[in-house]
């Protein structure tokens, strides 16, 4: 668009009272025939009287992308993204947050295979008991030998003597805790908000997941060649789909940062399932829940067939098995034992269970808990290669393979990984 037009529709939006978003303004730029869009935007919301004074790209009624879909083996049977619908709050909204946490945590610790009754934290504090007491709460404190723990009606401190109590008791966590009297409450057992074994569906498939392919990173090429040679029924793109900063270095736009992705995907088979996956270097929110890419991004990867664009984490649904997605933007990558810290998450139900490990949203539900049990549980941008059953779900850390070189390849008939060079 010239400049000249591009100022007067400015213009003219600011002599209605109204401002025009620069996402707006660079897809504008980018295709002047979306000028009439914005100019009807302006007007609908002057007649609507809107309190909002910004033209964003939601204001202008676009119509989304067709996808082509062509026969698959991996059959879609739901998806959803974890930002669905979110609604953000401001940073005192945290505290909502974690109330929201607690009583949806508890509903869940209700329906653990090995029932527990649970008491007050008032019922240990003050007074001397006898025999063994059960409370749940959010840990909000650890200290040297005691943690505090919250039920919702105010905190109760614990001594810990047992280094086993000691290690699962992290701030922001759930958990249940037996406590015995010792001259005051002391921990002697905690219990985690597990969920029941499940019974595994096998299905006829392969299932590549590949983590971090960063295009307009270096080595991107070699990479997206390798991947081009991969057989398989379905291919996940797990996190930093493009290194957006190094395409507007290079003088290019957002959608051009995310067609050198769609070339790819274009060449891999028609019928080849494609989930796309946003993670830290991709032009989405920086918290989680991170939101799918937005619609002038994935324009540029029409023509892609059986493509789904998801957000971070999601759960889809394969040919009957929940699959759990999650790129990680903290959490696993500062655990000393990548393991330990995938296993924690399903233990706890919660995708993100510690504080300050990952940049959250401010918002009034928690929207990492995993309330849907996965038959899968797959994270992306791990330190080393994760490949563990925990209670019938088959959960696995796949690096980047921009350092790893490698991608995991998924057999569902046989459970079983292989991690590819490519």
Do not use: C
Not at 69 to 98: C, K, P, Q
Not at 275 to 301: C, E, F, H, S, W
Request: charged share 25%.
């Amino acid at each position: 668009m010239p400049p000249n037009e591009l100022r007067d529709l400015i213009y003219m939006a600011l002599k209605e009272g109204f401002q025009i978003h620069p996402d707006v303004i660079r897809l504008v730029e980018e295709e002047p025939e979306l000028t009439s869009k914005v100019i009807d935007a302006i007007s609908l919301k002057k007649a609507k009287s809107a309190g909002d004074p910004v033209i964003r790209i939601s204001d202008l009624q676009l119509k989304e992308p067709e996808m082509a879909f062509d026969r698959t083996n991996l059959v879609v049977n739901d998806e959803y993204s974890f930002s669905d619908r979110i609604s953000l709050g401001s940073f005192e909204d945290v505290a909502t947050l974690f109330n929201n946490r607690l009583l949806r945590l508890r509903e869940i610790f209700s329906q653990r295979p090995e029932r527990i009754t649970f008491v007050p934290v008032s019922q240990i504090t003050g007074k001397k008991f006898t025999g063994e007491r059960w409370v749940s709460g959010i840990v909000m404190e650890r200290g040297e030998g005691y943690i505090s723990v919250d039920d919702g009606k105010g905190p109760a401190r614990i001594s810990v003597k047992d280094r086993r109590v000691y290690d699962e008791a992290v701030p922001g966590i759930m958990l249940g805790i037996k406590v015995i009297y010792e001259d005051g409450p002391v921990a002697a057992e905690a219990a985690d908000v597990e969920f029941p074994d499940i019974k595994w569906r096998r299905v006829r498939a392969k299932l590549a997941v590949v983590s971090g392919i960063g295009a307009w990173m270096n080595g991107y090429e070699r990479i997206a060649e390798g991947i081009k040679k991969l057989r398989v029924d379905g291919v996940i793109f797990l996190g930093n789909l493009a290194y957006v900063k190094g395409a507007v270095m290079q003088g290019k736009g957002l959608v051009d940062a995310y067609s050198a992705l769609g070339e790819l995907l274009k060449e891999i088979p028609r019928r080849t399932l494609k989930v796309i996956v946003p993670g830290q270097t991709d032009a989405t929110n920086l918290a989680l829940p991170q939101k799918p890419l937005g619609y002038r991004l994935v324009k540029g990867m029409e023509g892609v067939t059986n493509l789904r664009s998801l957000g971070n984490p999601s759960m889809i649904n394969l040919s009957g098995i929940n699959v759990l997605l999650y790129y990680d933007l903290g959490y696993v990558k500062n655990s000393a034992n990548p393991e330990v810290a995938i296993k924690k998450a399903l233990k706890s139900r919660v995708i993100v269970p510690y504080l300050g490990v990952a940049p959250l949203l401010p918002l009034s539900v928690d929207r990492l808990i995993i309330e849907n049990v996965p038959g899968i549980f797959i994270v992306g941008g791990v330190q080393k290669e994760v490949d563990i059953m925990y209670r019938g779900v088959w959960a696995l850390g796949v690096p980047d393979v921009r350092t790893s070189g490698r991608v995991a390849v998924l057999d569902l008939s046989e459970i079983k990984a292989e991690w590819v060079e490519v």
